[in-house]
């Protein structure tokens, strides 16, 4: 439903049911915290944002930088403000602002750039991220942030509209200029009316009109690639680092990544075009004897031949160049992912209602990008730690649970995946201080459990996560046997309320450097936590099925 039709307040009022569990000697019938992750999508008691909502932080500004919602009047946008839905971002003259979405990816503007932001739809726990931007003009550098497995970025130009699947583009939008753009990571696809074209890593395009047939990216003499990259790292600098919020924004953000919402497309403010910018002569002259269409002749023509011979002769180093700049964005890139994800995940763990709200969290970002799946889990662990609503032991126990579901869903090694988890957790409890024998017990039943429920061999991921947890007690000083125990504990009290084989699990766990061996036979005295709540609503199957599609 779009914004604008939502009123001031709507409630979504959740009808509780009561997931009561201790950790042994529990009917299974009766309690089955396995279903945690999956039953927990719960946004509690949400309240529908009105807009204008907020879709990112502004975390560099240069000089003057305004904003403009529609209808309303200008403001000048400072470090740290808020920027919003449906807002028309202008920069002035030499000057540049970087927009950090609330995914954590980046967004940037050169000087006499014009943006609107027409749709930012974010939610982790459902596993999407859908952007759409207007550029009308001005120098642009995207670099992607978390992963989420339904993932869109679309840019709309005045030639045409890409199609973002992936992590670093940078490129120019100016009057009487092709409209160019390069792949430093990741894949694009270009559309306008009279066709498409697919651009891959590493490749540049250019199209010099909403009619001309797109070209072939591998024609785009590299010259040409390297002058505009050139223009791009004069204005724009090297890419951004993602910024670290403050709990204020993360909070913000957190709050605002729950809400199902579709975000609607609005008019663009018109901006008086200013001169064609330096710097892009090679793009036009390029345009200008054909070689941005795709009507082009196979073999390039005399002038055409004439031109590439002059463009290498102007960038000599143009394969340099352009590595050099690829290599940046990739850089960041990957760092961007990291931040991106833990900012994200520890504002929703800080910020969760329940424990199995920050299971759903986890369960999403592992499927979508199991590589950090140890960022994931030690960000969750900080998070909430700052959550007076979840225990430390429930959210312990939810990360491990998540993670192992999440990594069953992506299809990749689930040992591998609940050892990283299970570590990072200790890490993360040592960072934030807590009483890490617990937490190792609640670490390792919660990914047995998980494992039992989905059909995966609790042995091997009993093993895995005592491995993960000795491994991050040995490497933060702590006394390893001890943790050992606690972790081979948490996991024998899985098996037994889960009717799997603990002796498997033993002789499994026994088998991990720093495990006091236990005899097969051993019956583990019950941990006992706080009842867990998990508010469920039987007829609402997903809470945010209203979401815009990705």
Same mark, same amino acid.
């Given at each position: 439903?779009?914004?604008?039709?939502?009123?001031?307040?709507?409630?979504?009022?959740?009808?509780?049911?009561?997931?009561?569990?201790?950790?042994?000697?529990?009917?299974?019938?009766?309690?089955?915290?396995?279903?945690?992750?999956?039953?927990?999508?719960?946004?509690?008691?949400?309240?529908?944002?009105?807009?204008?909502?907020?879709?990112?932080?502004?975390?560099?500004?240069?000089?003057?930088?305004?904003?403009?919602?529609?209808?309303?009047?200008?403001?000048?946008?400072?470090?740290?403000?808020?920027?919003?839905?449906?807002?028309?971002?202008?920069?002035?003259?030499?000057?540049?602002?970087?927009?950090?979405?609330?995914?954590?990816?980046?967004?940037?503007?050169?000087?006499?750039?014009?943006?609107?932001?027409?749709?930012?739809?974010?939610?982790?726990?459902?596993?999407?991220?859908?952007?759409?931007?207007?550029?009308?003009?001005?120098?642009?550098?995207?670099?992607?942030?978390?992963?989420?497995?339904?993932?869109?970025?679309?840019?709309?130009?005045?030639?045409?509209?890409?199609?973002?699947?992936?992590?670093?583009?940078?490129?120019?939008?100016?009057?009487?200029?092709?409209?160019?753009?390069?792949?430093?990571?990741?894949?694009?696809?270009?559309?306008?009316?009279?066709?498409?074209?697919?651009?891959?890593?590493?490749?540049?395009?250019?199209?010099?009109?909403?009619?001309?047939?797109?070209?072939?990216?591998?024609?785009?003499?590299?010259?040409?690639?390297?002058?505009?990259?050139?223009?791009?790292?004069?204005?724009?600098? &090297?890419? #951004?680092? +993602?910024? !670290?919020?403050? =709990?204020?924004?993360? %909070?913000? *953000?957190?709050?605002? /990544? @729950?809400?199902? $919402?579709?975000?609607?497309?609005?008019?663009?403010?018109?901006?008086?075009?200013?001169?064609?910018?330096?710097?892009?002569?090679?793009?036009?002259?390029?345009?200008?004897?054909?070689?941005?269409?795709?009507?082009?002749?196979?073999?390039?023509?005399?002038?055409?031949?004439?031109?590439?011979?002059?463009?290498?002769? &102007?960038? #000599?180093? +143009?394969? !340099?160049?352009? =590595?050099?700049?690829? %290599?940046? *964005?990739?850089?960041? /890139? @990957?760092?961007? $992912?990291?931040?991106?994800?833990?900012?994200?995940?520890?504002?929703?763990?800080?910020?969760?209602?329940?424990?199995?709200?920050?299971?759903?969290?986890?369960?999403?970002?592992?499927?979508?990008?199991?590589?950090?799946?140890?960022?994931?889990?030690?960000?969750?662990?900080?998070?909430?730690?700052?959550?007076?609503?979840?225990?430390?032991?429930?959210? !312990?126990?939810?990360?491990?649970?998540? %993670?192992?579901?999440?990594?069953?869903?992506?299809?990749?090694?689930?040992?591998?995946?609940?050892?990283?988890?299970?570590?990072?957790?200790?890490?993360?409890?040592?960072?934030?201080?807590?009483?890490?024998?617990?937490?190792?017990?609640?670490?390792?039943?919660?990914?047995?459990?998980?494992?039992?429920?989905?059909?995966?061999?609790?042995?091997?991921?009993?093993?895995?996560?005592?491995?993960?947890?000795?491994? !991050?007690?040995?490497?933060?000083?702590?006394?390893?046997?001890?943790?050992?125990?606690?972790?081979?504990?948490?996991?024998?009290?899985?098996?037994?309320?889960?009717?799997?084989?603990?002796?498997?699990?033993?002789?499994?766990?026994?088998?991990?450097?720093?495990?006091?061996?236990?005899?097969?036979?051993?019956?583990?005295?019950?941990?006992?936590?706080?009842?867990?709540?998990?508010?469920?609503?039987?007829?609402?199957?997903?809470?945010?099925?209203?979401?815009?599609?990705?």
């Amino acid at each position: 439903m779009p914004l604008r039709r939502c009123g001031n307040l709507m409630r979504v009022f959740l009808q509780a049911k009561v997931l009561t569990y201790r950790w042994a000697g529990i009917r299974a019938a009766k309690y089955f915290l396995f279903l945690l992750p999956v039953l927990a999508i719960s946004i509690g008691e949400a309240k529908a944002a009105t807009p204008p909502i907020h879709v990112g932080h502004s975390i560099t500004i240069e000089k003057n930088v305004r904003g403009q919602i529609s209808g309303q009047k200008l403001r000048r946008i400072i470090l740290a403000e808020k920027i919003f839905f449906n807002e028309n971002i202008i920069t002035g003259d030499d000057s540049v602002i970087v927009i950090q979405f609330r995914d954590g990816s980046t967004f940037e503007i050169g000087a006499n750039g014009s943006a609107v932001i027409d749709e930012l739809a974010f939610n982790p726990a459902e596993g999407k991220s859908s952007k759409i931007i207007t550029l009308t003009q001005g120098t642009f550098r995207y670099i992607s942030g978390f992963i989420a497995t339904q993932s869109e970025f679309t840019l709309n130009t005045p030639t045409g509209t890409i199609g973002i699947r992936g992590s670093a583009v940078s490129g120019v939008i100016q009057p009487n200029v092709p409209t160019f753009f390069h792949v430093s990571s990741g894949s694009a696809t270009y559309t306008n009316d009279a066709g498409t074209s697919s651009v891959g890593e590493g490749q540049s395009m250019a199209a010099p009109s909403r009619t001309t047939p797109p070209m072939q990216p591998e024609r785009m003499p590299p010259a040409v690639t390297a002058q505009v990259l050139q223009l791009v790292q004069a204005t724009l600098g &090297a890419p #951004p680092a +993602a910024q !670290a919020l403050s =709990s204020e924004q993360r %909070a913000a *953000d957190a709050a605002a /990544n @729950t809400v199902p $919402t579709a975000l609607q497309q609005n008019a663009q403010a018109q901006i008086a075009p200013p001169p064609t910018a330096a710097g892009l002569s090679l793009l036009t002259a390029a345009a200008n004897v054909g070689l941005l269409s795709a009507a082009a002749p196979a073999a390039p023509t005399a002038a055409q031949q004439t031109f590439i011979a002059q463009a290498q002769a &102007a960038v #000599p180093n +143009a394969a !340099a160049i352009i =590595s050099t700049a690829s %290599a940046q *964005d990739k850089q960041q /890139n @990957t760092a961007n $992912t990291a931040a991106g994800t833990a900012t994200v995940i520890t504002g929703a763990s800080e910020n969760a209602q329940n424990a199995g709200q920050i299971a759903a969290v986890i369960q999403s970002a592992v499927g979508a990008n199991p590589n950090i799946a140890g960022v994931i889990a030690t960000s969750a662990t900080v998070g909430a730690a700052a959550n007076s609503a979840v225990s430390a032991t429930d959210a !312990a126990q939810a990360v491990t649970s998540g %993670a192992v579901q999440g990594a069953v869903g992506a299809g990749v090694d689930v040992s591998a995946v609940a050892q990283a988890a299970a570590g990072a957790v200790i890490a993360g409890t040592v960072q934030v201080g807590g009483n890490v024998a617990e937490i190792a017990a609640a670490a390792s039943n919660g990914a047995v459990r998980a494992a039992a429920l989905v059909n995966v061999d609790v042995a091997a991921i009993a093993q895995a996560s005592t491995t993960g947890v000795v491994t !991050a007690a040995g490497a933060a000083n702590l006394e390893v046997a001890d943790l050992a125990a606690a972790s081979q504990q948490g996991a024998i009290s899985a098996a037994e309320a889960t009717g799997a084989d603990v002796t498997a699990i033993v002789q499994a766990t026994n088998q991990v450097a720093g495990v006091p061996p236990a005899p097969t036979d051993t019956v583990v005295a019950p941990l006992v936590t706080e009842p867990l709540e998990i508010l469920v609503d039987p007829e609402v199957e997903n809470p945010t099925q209203n979401a815009s599609p990705s």
